[in-house]
């Protein structure tokens, strides 16, 4: 994409990675595509706000020269040492080898163990500030959000916070701005963005917005490092992130399942009806053919989980197993939940569900329900009212 002035002289420098279908080694699916944003400030000195993922460095440099010589840039700000926002890094300071970088002391180290160069390099701390000319670059350290080394950046003269992976999101757009672009899909790749990354770290995101908030600086620009810039309405994803790290929930229920022959499907889908019939929201998924990115993303505001899985050598199924894992990983708060499933001649699959969701920290609403074999009439009832129940454990 080409350059874009979103203030002035502050251009929007990255690039569109249209084909990228999956992230973090495949743990996340990016089924819009991303980008990886950067940001130029021309002034009497000249700063990048970050790079890009080192495979786009050439457009990166492109899009610069099509406003300066990279040769000008004075500063360079890392706000995250992630390969994403990195990668470009070393192609950059061979062009500009007399350009300082800026960062938190864990990027300084985390830079030198990805690159292994001797760049001069300024640790900078919470409040510590950069003078360009006319603007001033303030920076806040944000640790564990989503790395040790993460930060963010603030020009107070424009109200623009560059706060990197902070309030991003994975989608490819030739539009930039929040206003030009649909907003279910805008939402839904920031809760998928925040789900699956950011989800764990809840409490730290909470206080961290508590305390740029008691910093009274004013925010007419969110800049992100993926996805599109906030400028129409920056506190609608801030609010947003509120919302989601105070885990505040809806009347809705996720149900997970790996079903061998059949049988833990039939339960899965009279637990469901049992759900809706009682008017909770339901999400229904076979795990082996379902996205996890997806899945967690509708976790994000259900109050209920119920997770369920026909038995093998006495444990559940494999795909069921992964996704328990990850889900373990995102450490929900404020939730109930529920197992089930079915097994042939011994159990196992209920009792190793039980034990992952108690190790997630989520608590069980009702006892689990197993079924031999193929459930019968009876037995697909006894599933509907156990959903009919755990409806009442949710509202």
Not at 116 to 140: A, I
Request: proline share 4%.
């Amino acid at each position: 994409m080409k350059p874009l002035e979103i203030k002035k002289g502050i251009y929007s420098v990255g690039v569109i990675d249209w084909n990228v279908r999956n992230f973090h080694g495949h743990t996340y699916t990016t089924k819009r595509g991303s980008t990886y944003n950067a940001y130029l400030i021309v002034d009497e000195k000249i700063a990048l706000i970050d790079t890009v993922y080192g495979p786009f460095a050439g457009e990166l440099i492109e899009n610069i020269r099509a406003i300066l010589p990279v040769e000008k840039i004075d500063y360079v700000i890392a706000n995250h040492v992630e390969t994403d926002h990195s990668g470009a890094l070393p192609s950059i300071m061979k062009l500009a080898p007399k350009a300082k970088v800026f960062g938190t002391q864990k990027c300084k180290e985390g830079l030198y163990k990805h690159y292994f160069e001797n760049w001069d390099f300024q640790v900078v701390k919470t409040c510590d500030t950069l003078k360009l000319g006319k603007r001033t670059l303030s920076f806040v350290e944000a640790p564990m959000i989503h790395w040790p080394d993460s930060m963010f950046t603030y020009c107070a003269e424009e109200s623009l916070l560059m706060p990197n992976d902070a309030f991003g999101q994975h989608y490819a757009t030739s539009e930039r701005f929040d206003d030009e672009v649909d907003q279910c899909a805008l939402m839904d790749e920031a809760a998928k963005y925040y789900a699956n990354i950011l989800w764990p770290l809840s409490s730290l995101i909470s206080k961290k917005i508590e305390d740029v908030l008691k910093m009274k600086i004013k925010i007419d620009m969110i800049a992100p490092s993926h996805g599109i810039v906030w400028r129409k309405d920056p506190m609608k994803i801030v609010n947003a992130y509120v919302t989601w790290a105070k885990n505040q929930t809806t009347k809705k229920a996720v149900i997970a399942y790996e079903t061998m022959w059949g049988s833990t499907e039939k339960m899965a889908k009279a637990i469901a009806r049992g759900l809706s019939d009682s008017g909770v929201s339901v999400k229904l998924y076979r795990i082996p053919d379902s996205d996890t990115t997806e899945v967690i993303k509708d976790m994000l505001d259900a109050k209920g989980f119920i997770i369920g899985s026909s038995t093998h050598d006495n444990d559940m199924l494999n795909n069921i197993a992964g996704f328990l894992e990850a889900f373990k990983g995102m450490k929900p708060k404020n939730r109930s939940a529920a197992a089930f499933g079915s097994y042939g001649w011994s159990g196992g699959a209920v009792k190793e569900i039980e034990e992952v969701i108690k190790a997630a920290g989520v608590e069980f609403a009702q006892p689990s329900i197993s079924v031999k074999y193929v459930p019968d009439e009876s037995e697909l009832k006894a599933c509907y009212e156990f959903g009919v129940e755990f409806a009442k454990k949710i509202v």
